[in-house]
């Protein structure tokens, strides 16, 4: 098990989400986040007006999947997210220790 | 906007009570018709302190932008919507710190309902929307590539068109955003929402063939070779001004019949296998999924309509626009283009429809059709009742406008190619520009559909309905007005709105009733058309024709009235018409060009006071129109060349190469892109061949003089084309240098008739390229010399040769190089002896006897003549080969003169041109390494040397040089008669009659009697000196 965490420019996430969906995965987090990394803060002109960004909108999201599918997710995530400019994001892949489904008690990946 | 300062310091707006007076009426002030409304929404905005807090800081900004909206209510309501369908934080956050954000989110929410429905739907888009790169024209490939990135990361077939749909909607939010901040006009607009419906086309077809394919094999035509399908564009989508909810008008062709090669399930006939990409293809458009829908699809413009198969064949398709095409199925086709699929298909489904749609000449039932047409609109919109809030179909609406330049465009269109334009506002410049319309009445059209247009997409935009009646609502037609770009309040934005729009439609509805009403009856003053008899007597041969011409002439073409300075201009002009017609070689053919010439310039009145003014160009004109349409070609798609002709200097005296050389500088502007120079080059060499015609026409000139003029010329433009080849291979590979950094320079050497100065009209150029060795460019790409020649003359003749818009400069021929027709374009000093000497057959070796330098490097051109004279006149030169010779001239008298009892062919059939040059040319190759003065490529030069060395008998050589003038007359004139340069005299048609008047024979009989004498004594000469 492993979680795995994207952060995307947000207007993929429609094209991120049906990608996973049909590799079978339904279950998903999804948050607003700002950051920035190599496209960190800079000036940019937008329509005529100079502004300062700092942090960039970005969406992060958030799934659990099992080891034997970790590299489709990520390869997949990847390939829907790419627009190949800067800024389209990261994907990171991390260590899982439980999984527990409140519900019923379930525990590792049959509570994913 | 008063208000906005008094609520900066109103902190307590959003916690105030829903009834609060002070709050509601410092909101009615801002400008919201609802104030309770819109203090609740503001509450909504932050059902929590938190996002109060955050809110509280942007509230001013904030108020002042919704209040400039077009529907201040709306735009509250709707963003209110789209806070909760996120996190308001971060929305908030965004909104504060992007300082497009609040305007745009006002904007577009206070403007369309359809487009704050699409941003609530996929919050994510607006943080898309305030990227700067996203915010600008995007072109069809960044289009193209931004569809297949999204789709790329899909599969299954359904979620390939979910990426789809995505992508429109994400385009479209985008376009329309631009629209609405005034970011893009509405040539913009239109414009980029057909490429995305082209891109998404193209995707589409794309995904569908595949799966086709896969299961059906590759569709092949009869013959085995494969076939392809294409989907045309018509309506909107066809003239680039695709509206945000118009259904796209799509015809789909396929090339031909047969089978495909066979896949998973099976073969089937290539007329299943596109019926059934043309289903999945619609299918897929127009369902609708959870990701909405991609486009509605309309197929009713094929062949039959609604009961027309989906898809047809070319063969199909010809045989229906034969056999049925109406009237406006043939309008329909002005806008027909290809949008998705096989572009060789589009190619040949475009050159397959445009005979029928553009017929030229002036096709008197097309204007009774057109006439017919506006009756039946005329009578739906009794039927329905006068509709003056219909902005399309309503009095004075787009349809009006539309049908009028439509009817123009079919009217005028076949003889003018330039008015064969699918973009209805483009359309409407171009009539305009060629005179059509005057140039009041065309500024106001083109702004009134640019007026109608926007009207209309404003309506559409605000549901996305496809509605197109102004709303009756007095309040709703203000917030029409402020969407349309008003800042007035509502009230004060309708009046202005109603008065304009009244204005417009009154405006084009006057056009449109004037335009098809019939033609004022005669006036007194009118000259008088002569009667038939009169015609009959004074040459002409078809006198009813004749006469409509004449008619068409004084009154112009119906539906195209003259303004009443070209009446009077024509009138006056006419007397003179008719005496210059009267001693014209052809009058008939005279006056069917020049009435297309004046339909196509008359409009423009000065050429006509022109005329008017000058009865001697009008005679000249007429003589011109006389020798067929070839030239009149050229005025017709140029009538400004008329200038140039009025121009006392053009005629004066004979031009020579430096005055070619000037004339056709302006092509070479170095800043220009080179298609640009292309042209130019293309306009200034037509200009110059026109008042070479010109001057002998009008005898300035011999046909001798003639032909060197058009061989200057022409070597002027190969100048002009070969720097231009030279510096763009230049740029790309810098120039090339020998070991020793020496440039490697090349020249032109001319054959045939370019050699021999005898060029004329339609000839090609025979050339090839010699330079002088082996070497390397010095770019930052070293490429050998001869790759870097082979390109430049591969450039070269193309810059020459290419069709373009503005047509061809002259056509090269390399067929006569050195070398194999496998070898490159360009040879080396060295190998140009080498292959005479060890490969080339002995006619190759004739074919020199006419080389001349022609162009590029004089030094190196002084080797290669003398090595060229080596070659045909050097001690080991073998003597012609007779035998060999007179077989060639047999074969090519057999295959290429044709001539039958009724047929001649001047240049190759018996005792014609090719006679008189084999002779001259075994003479000198015989004699010519004793004789070097007989060794000239010009023939009559040469022939005139012969005559003096006493190399034939008598006088034969002078005599057999007037033959050879005649025979060069014969085919100059032959060749301005046709639409197309030929050497081929068909005895049956009027061609001989003319040639005889122009030649100023008696009779026709005389003139081929003459002929028949010339070259039965040229075939006995041949015989002699080229014997079995």
Redesign the interface.
Known sequence: MKKIEAIIKPFKLDDVKEALTELGIIGMTVTEVRGFGRQKGHTELYRGSEYTIDFLPKVKVELVVPDSLVDKVVATVAAAARTGSIGDGKVFVLPMGEAIRIRTGEKGESAI | MRGVGDLANMTNLLTAASRDRKALAALKRLGFGEPRRALANLHALTPDPRDAELLSPLLPRLLQEMAEAPDPDMALNNLERLAAQ??RA?LF??LG????ALHLVARVGGTSQFLADTLRR?P?????L????T?RQWLADEMAA?LA??A?????PE?RW??LR?FKY?QLLRIASRDI?G?ADLTVTTEELSRMADVCLAAAWRWTEEDLVRRFGEPRAEDGSPTGFAVIGMGKLGGDELNYSSDIDLVFVYGDDGFTSGGEEGSIANGDYFAAGARTLVEALESVTD?GYAFRVDLRLRPEGRMGGVVLSLAAYRAYLEERAELWERQALIKARLCAGDASVAARFLDLVRPFVFRPGMDPDIVAAVRGMKTQIDQSLRAKGVQRRHVKLGVGGIREVEFLVQALQLLCSGDDPWLRERNSLRAIFRLTERGYLPQALGRFLGEALIFLRTVEHRLQILDEFQTHTLPEDAAALGRLARRLGSTLPPVEARRRFEAEYRRITQGVHQAFTEFFAAPPAARAAAPRIPTYTALKATGFTDPDRARQNLRLVLEGRPLVPYAEPMRRALHAMFPVLLEALWQSPDPDEALNQFERFLAAAGPRTAYLELLAERPDLLANLVKLCARGELLTQLLVTQPELLNGLADPSTFASPRRRQYFRQALAPALGPRLPLSERMDRLRRAKQAEELAITWRMLLGVTDAERFSREMTELAEAALAAAWLMALAETAEAYGVPRDAKGQLVGACIIGLGKFGGRELSTGSDLDLFVIYGGAGETDGAEPVEAHVFYDRAVELLSSILGDVTAAGVVVPVDLRLRPGSKGSGFASSLEALGQYYREWADPWERQTLTRARLVGGDPRLGRAVRQEIRALVYGREAAPPHLKEMRELRGRMQKELGKETPGRLHVKFGRGGLVDVEFITQAIQMTHGKRHPAIRSPHTVTALGAIGRAGLLPGDEADTLAAHYRFLRRVSADLRLFGARPTDTLDLAGPIPARLAKSLEYPSRKEFLEDHKRRTAWVRALYDRVVPA
Do not use: K, Y
């Open positions: 996120g996190e971060a956050r965004l710190g992007h300082p497009g996929r994510t888009l607006l943080s898309w305030l990227e700067p790169g915010m931004g990135q999204s790329s990361a899909f599969t299954r979620a979910n990426a995505r994400r901040l970011d990701e």
